[in-house]
T-cell receptor, first 110, second 116 residues
Framework: GDSVTQMEGPVTLSEEAFLTINCTYT??????LFWYVQYPGEGLQLLLK?????DKGSNKGFEATYRKETTSFHLEKGSVQVSDSAVYFC?????????FGSGTKLNVKP | DAGVIQSPRHEVTEMGQEVTLRCKPI?????LFWYRQTMMRGLELLIY????????DSGMPEDRFSAKMPNASFSTLKIQPSEPRDSAVYFC??????????????FGSGTRLTVV
């Protein structure tokens, strides 16, 4: 069945460091892929998405590219800020289901 | 749009009491989902509705849990009787459609339930 696997956290970075959070997926067809962010005490918010191979989703300086050949959708940001500290969830949407990864906590230190 | 609205934001109740969580989805969204989030289990799908009809309730942990959607703008998740292990954050989410068309979910702010 479909699934999403993302790197375990927590990830701790200094401000202005480069961020990569890995996400790989398993699916039989061509799912849509998402990254969600959850700030402390809040619900999940859609950060970015991609619906087909080679699509790049971007928002607030974050980017992720839909790589079908490696079944990956890694989240990147060139320079993180303290305000980016949150839990990040990779997700997949297929015909009748939506699958979330287990979440990766990011801590950014000043 | 005001987004997905959940109430209450926080609920503290005693073991054995009935708890009702409420959700108002985004207007025009055909799908509504109830999730539970805990440190131990992460994010778990409890049940989801399509056009007010329950489609998959296989994630509902026990018969103590029930969910209804009497109309397109309102859903409830009820726990009766509540137990301490039900303590968690419960999220409601809605989506216009399911499938591969890039239809993401919009989540509410959640209800933090504490059963003492």
């Amino acid at each position: 069945g479909d699934s999403v696997t993302q790197m375990e956290g927590p990830v701790t970075l200094s401000e202005e460091a480069f961020l990569t959070i890995n996400c790989t997926y398993t699916a039989t067809g061509y799912p849509s892929l998402f990254w969600y962010v959850q700030y402390p005490g809040e619900g999940l918010q859609l950060l970015l998405k991609a619906t087909k191979a080679d699509d790049k989703g971007s928002n607030k300086g974050f980017e992720a590219t839909y790589r079908k050949e490696t079944t990956s959708f890694h989240l990147e940001k060139g320079s993180v800020q303290v305000s980016d500290s949150a839990v990040y969830f990779c997700a997949l949407s297929d015909i009748n289901k939506f699958y979330f990864g287990s979440g990766t906590k990011l801590n950014v230190k000043p | 749009d005001a987004g997905v609205i959940q109430s209450p934001r926080h609920e503290v109740t005693e073991m054995g009491q009935e708890v009702t969580l409420r959700c108002k989805p985004i207007s025009g969204h055909d799908y509504l989902f109830w999730y539970r989030q805990t440190m131990m289990r992460g994010l778990e799908l409890l049940i989801y509705f399509n056009n007010n009809v329950p489609i998959d309730d296989s994630g509902m942990p026990e018969d103590r849990f029930s969910a209804k959607m009497p109309n397109a703008s309102f859903s409830t998740l009820k726990i009766q009787p509540s137990e301490p292990r039900d303590s968690a954050v419960y999220f409601c989410a809605s989506s216009p459609k399911q499938g591969r068309g890039g239809y993401g979910y919009t989540f509410g702010s959640g209800t933090r339930l504490t059963v003492v």
